[in-house]
């Protein structure tokens, strides 16, 4: 788990009465606290988020085209 998925598991736990401050939580986690409450609030992703969302096959079929490729050239 990296340090974001920490911050926001933290988050997570928090009791509902709790108060949230991004900015102590992501000092424990040493991120930045702009970068937290985005994440939290789901205006940005992950790189790895968005690379998948941007894939265009699944990565069953891209394994499938691959092998029928190596069968077209043997």
Do not use: C, D, W
């Not at 968005?50 to 069968?71: C, D, S, T, V, W």
């Amino acid at each position: 788990m990296n340090s974001i998925e920490a911050a926001l598991a933290a988050i997570e736990s928090l009791e509902p009465r709790e108060k949230l401050v991004y900015a102590q939580i992501a000092r424990e986690y040493n991120i930045e606290p702009t970068t937290l409450a985005r994440r939290h609030k789901g205006v940005s992703t992950s790189l790895n988020i968005r690379f998948q969302n941007q894939q265009a096959l699944h990565p069953q079929q891209e394994q499938g085209l691959l092998l029928y490729i190596k069968q077209l050239t043997a």
